[in-house]
């Protein structure tokens, strides 16, 4: 049993309001914390992708949900749904410069451009990307099929 001490001058309900409202309210803030707390950790999956290829060379786009806790962009380009017979490569998040001959990187806000180089050509590109977070977390693969 637990007890309640009653300041001068309060009825025993409304000591007893009191104290729930503060357990109450010290719960909901532990939430919220832990709620923010478990978000960090997470890493993050790109909105929306596209690959565009003309004359055999490639440009991956794709939009990011937030472009603060990023550090790596992994993408494979294949014919299957294990892709990286035609294009492996982890992007270092914001690195324009020492790349790979034929590769680039350029944003522009949550709009990130890569520049693919020379692609083998296909009638069916399968792609699978995904991000990277600052604590080295990955997210969750984004995947599609295109032409």
Not at 70 to 88: A, K, T, Y
Not at 103 to 116: A, D, E, K, Q, T
Not at 118 to 131: G, S
Request: glycine letters at 8%.
């Amino acid at each position: 049993m637990e007890k309640l001490c009653i300041p001068s001058g309060m009825d025993m309900a409304c000591a007893t309001r009191k104290r729930n409202f503060a357990k109450t309210t010290f719960n909901l803030v532990l939430m919220v914390f832990l709620t923010f707390l478990s978000l960090e950790g997470q890493a993050q999956t790109p909105l929306d992708a596209n690959l565009s290829i003309s004359n055999n060379t490639g440009i991956f786009s794709l939009v990011i949900p937030d472009s603060t806790n990023i550090s790596e962009i992994e993408l494979q380009i294949g014919s299957s749904e294990n892709p990286s017979e035609v294009f492996e490569h982890t992007f270092v998040y914001d690195q324009t410069s020492g790349l790979p001959t034929g590769l680039s990187f350029s944003r522009l806000g949550v709009n990130i451009n890569l520049g693919l180089g020379t692609l083998i050509p296909l009638n069916i590109y399968h792609v699978k990307t995904r991000l990277k977070n600052g604590s080295g977390a990955w997210g969750d693969w984004y995947e599609f099929v295109g032409n």
